[in-house]
Each structure stands twice: as C-alpha cells, then as structure tokens.
C-alpha cells in the first residue's frame, strides 16, 4: 500500500475510534440516584419496671414469699417514732438512709411459708383500716400464685390494725375460708375483749365484723402443751424450724407472770 494511503487509513480509524468514544459519552446517562434509606424508626422508651410485691425465697427445706400489702406513712414529730429524741436527729438518720426527712415510711409486708401439707400466712396485712396506701395482700398473693382459699393457718403478731386488718374482706366475710387463724390467748382475750371505739384507736375500723369472723376460726394456742406439740411435729416432719429456742422460749414464758408475758410479747406494739 502507497505510504500516502497507509497515513489516511490510519488517520480515518483514529477519527472513527475519537467519534464513537464521544458518542459513547453522550449516550452514557447517569445511574438514577440510589433511593434514600428510611429513616429508623424512633426507638420507644423502655417498659417502665414493675414493681415486685412477692418475693420468693427460703426457709431451710420450706419455700416462703415476702407479700407487699402496702407502706403506712407518719409524721416525723417524735410522737410515734423517736420518741424520746428531736425531729433532728431522726432527719438525719433518715436523710442518711436516702429517705425523706418530713414523714417516715413503714412497708407492710406478710410472710407466706409453705411446707408439703400447709400454707402459712404470719399476719395479714391492713385490709382496708389504713386507706389506699395498704391493702395490697390479694394482688400479691396473686403475683405469688397463691389462691386465698389455699391458705390453711394464719398466725396473728398481735391485733393492731395493720397485722389484722386482711382477715376480712371488702364484704366483710373471711377472706380466707379455708384457714384457721391462730393467735395467742391473752392476745384474744384483750382483743376481743376491747370496744369498738378502743379498737379504732389500734387501728381497727371494722372491729366488730371481724371479731365475729375470728370466733368461727380463731384458735388460741400458746398453751405450752400446745407449742411443744406443734414442735414435737415439725421435729417428725424434719422442718428446721429451731425447736430449742421456741422450746426456750415457751418456759421462760411459763416463769412468769401473766401480766409479764403480756410485756414481754406485746408490750413493744402498745
């Protein structure tokens, strides 16, 4: 091939290769934006945390739950509490344990004890004697999933309103049928023994509907006779329930005199 036509052949193809490539730019479009990623969702706050009215735990071989039926709140005025000292130094005992210093709280909270064959409630709780702030028993007992109708035996501290006052229920009737309700004699015998204006001044509003109801289950028995069989049982049954001191405990009783008992068990509620 003439060298003048090998030099048009060679700058024709490198004028076709410059016009595809600038009509291969021109065709070439943008790629189409990427879509925006959704915003994330705003994240709702956390649940806020229950609170926890029965809390399980044990009693050597026994099973027990600690059941919430309310707090009672009073005056830091020394009337009450602290006796004997200045609404100063209460304040700073309280302020010290991150309380408030104006009022002083008392939780309210029954044992529950369960065993093989029973189910044992130690007091139960202010029922309606203390207004909204008590009276929690059956939602904690639910919590626990205890029916009240499963409670067997209900031993009572003493007859303040805020250790008696969930043996009835709103109607007035037991609220827990099923149970027999031991308290002690001389604790029944002062208590049943009150009027009703006496009793309110316990804390006791419904006083003569539940000393009614006590009457069909009430059992008095802190006859040492009584007691010692109650050990003698648990000892048969292997429950670790520290027989000696109970057994200590009734005989020192026995020594003294029937006022002096009543000092000795109550005389720290009255």
Sequence with gaps: ???????RLVTFVAAAALALAACSK????????AAAAPAPAAESPPPAPQPVNARAFTIGELSAFSLRDGKLEFPNDNKIFGAGHTPEEVSALLSAAGQPTDVIHLDLDPLLVKDAERVMLFDTGAGANFGPGAGQLPQSL????VDAQ????IFISHVHGDHVGGILNPEGALAFPNAKIHISKPEWKFFSG???EQAAGMGVQ??????KAMKTAAQTDLDKAELDAAV???RDKRLKIGDLVIATFV????????KGRRQLVGGYFR
């Design 1 to 7: 091939m003439p060298r003048v036509a090998s030099l």
């Design 26 to 33: 021109k065709d070439e479009t943008p790629p189409a934006a």
């Design 142 to 145: 639910q919590e626990a999933g």
């Design 150 to 153: 499963s409670v067997t035996d």
């Design 194 to 196: 009150l009027k009703a």
């Design 206 to 211: 419904n006083f003569d509907a539940l000393v």
């Design 232 to 234: 003698k049982d648990a």
């Design 251 to 258: 005989e020192t009783l026995e020594r003294i005199s029937p």
